[in-house]
């Protein structure tokens, strides 16, 4: 048995000011056949990475293709897009025949000239395979979920855990149904229903929690083999945005249409109550002193990398220093040339430093101080579950009671060796401002004894009824409010 692996991946926020090319996947994850390091996966790489452990105990030959994913930002070039997937391609040529594939893709990316860059590749992926080949796909649960994917893959699954703490559980999943079809032992056929909704659900919120935990305990039973909900990523105006359920059920695709359709509905009835409370900048920081010690997380999703943000908003930095707020950290705030200036400056240095506040308008004013250089460290990386990513080049600097991280290459604050990395304890501050949606809860929700979001004015807009999209297929809520859901395949 022969299975082939390959990953193209990224997270696509088609109104970023951050254009994305070869040089973003080159920085990030950009590893051709063998090159992919045994010890973790490497962002959307994890069918590769289970499938290579697996082979030889479930008696399949697993061919390498490569792997490339970029940070979350702005419509992949389109040039650079076909380059990738024209290299995976010819590498899945000759490597016919497979019985198999397995593809470790994001969901949510988007090409100039192609809006569903996932059903692309699956067409193509489809195409050299031929239909009798089982194609399987793992995705993050921010993907449009489109009609046209789900029809050329045989199984997708997506990872249930928001923060994405079961990337790698997720891929043994989907390994054990590619492998239990090319084995004749079951026959996944896949339900989809569109719940005609824009949300954020994290599963650390009751809610969310108490909807995973029971369609976790549905799959393995009465013939449903994997439940996925598609939550969506707002921030692309591509036609088939909105949240999605599909499931994976054997033989019985009545019955997966209508677990499908009352898991969907359910979901529309939880409009509005599955994100969390957000609170303005001035009132967030006056809750966390009220707390008395520390550490207080407070969180700005608003300017996540991960979602696309640039990652360099000044304001809430300019808030706790207006305020006189000390025994702080914050970051990550993504600016490579202030970093390069902080390692020419060196260890213990004050100096005059301009930082963040760069990329576009919602990035704020530069932040203008004179910074005492408390930490530098080169070629810093964090671990996010099982998985390692890098963070470049990274400087620390203090301005009067808050201690900043600048890092080299844009990610989202997702555990505490961003602080660490250089010497800052987050465990021991009154205050920790985190840039991040809501990964950062896997690591620094432990440690927390409070957690709060905050609004901005920063990129992503939590208020999905301002983001200026012109291409999504409507009604869809909440900007609409009349909406038809409906199994939709
Ligand atoms: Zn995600």
């Known amino acids: ?8 991946a990224t997270e696509t926020n088609t109104f970023s000011p951050l254009p994305t090319s070869l040089l973003a996947y080159q920085e990030a994850v950009f590893l051709r056949p063998g090159e992919h390091p045994g010890d973790a996966p490497r962002m959307c790489t994890a069918p590769l990475f289970v499938a290579r452990r ?16 970029a940070s979350p930002a702005g419509t992949t070039n389109r040039r650079d897009y076909e380059f990738m997937r024209d290299e995976i391609l010819g590498q899945l040529g000759a490597a016919m025949p497979v019985d198999g594939v397995l593809l470790g893709l994001h969901g949510a990316m988007v090409a100039h000239g192609y809006d569903d860059v996932e059903g692309d590749i699956l067409e193509r992926v489809r195409a050299i395979v031929g239909p009798d080949c089982v194609i399987g796909v793992e995705l993050d649960p921010h993907c449009h979920m489109t009609v046209k994917r789900v029809r050329l893959a045989d199984v997708i699954v997506c990872y249930k855990e928001f923060p994405h703490t079961d990337v790698v559980e997720r891929a043994e999943d989907l390994v054990d149904l590619v492998l239990g079809m090319l084995r004749g032992r079951i026959k996944p056929v896949m339900s989809l229903y569109d719940c005609r909704q824009i949300s954020s659900y994290p599963t650390t919120l009751p809610l969310m929690r108490a909807f995973v935990d029971r369609i976790k305990a549905m799959e393995g039973k009465d013939g449903v083999l994997s439940v996925s909900v598609a939550h969506c990523f707002p921030y692309a105006d591509v036609p088939e945005l909105g949240s999605r359920i599909l499931v994976v059920m054997d033989n019985d695709k009545a019955t997966g249409d209508a677990v499908a359709t009352e898991l969907g509905e359910e979901l529309v009835s939880m409009r509005g109550k599955t994100v969390p409370n957000f609170l303005s900048m001035a009132d967030a920081v006056t809750a966390a ?12 999703p608003a300017d996540n990398a991960g ?29 490579p040339v202030a970093v390069r200036l902080c390692f020419d400056a ?12 760069k990329t576009a308008p919602t990035s704020g004013a530069p932040f203008d101080a004179m910074v005492d250089v ?7 990386w964090q671990s996010f579950g099982d998985a390692q990513v890098p963070l470049g080049d990274c400087a620390a600097v203090r301005v009067d009671g808050v201690d900043i991280v600048l890092i080299a290459k844009r990610t989202q604050a997702l555990s505490l060796e961003l602080f660490t990395n250089l010497g800052i304890d987050p465990r021991t ?10 990964h950062f809860m896997a690591a620094f929700g432990p440690i927390a004894k409070k957690v709060i979001y905050v609004a901005t004015g920063a990129p992503l807009n939590r208020d999905y009824r301002k983001i200026p999209y012109t291409r999504v297929v409507r009604p869809i809520w909440p900007l609409d409010e009349v909406t038809a859901p409906a199994l939709i395949l």
């Open 1 to 8: 048995m022969r299975l082939f692996s390959a990953t193209l």
């Open 54 to 69: 697996r082979g030889a105990r479930d008696g399949f030959t697993l061919i390498e293709g490569s792997c490339f994913a």
């Open 289 to 300: 002193l009220e707390v008395g010690d520390g550490p207080v997380v407070l969180a700005e």
């Open 307 to 335: 979602g696309g943000a640039p990652s360099d908003n000044t304001e809430i930095l300019r808030h706790l220093v207006e305020r006189g707020v000390t025994d702080a950290a914050l970051g990550p705030i993504w600016d």
């Open 346 to 357: 060196g260890l213990g240095a004050t100096f005059p430093l301009r930082f963040g506040g």
């Open 374 to 380: 408390v930490g530098l460290a080169r070629d810093c």
């Open 429 to 438: 501050r009154r205050l920790v401002v985190v840039k991040s949606t809501n």
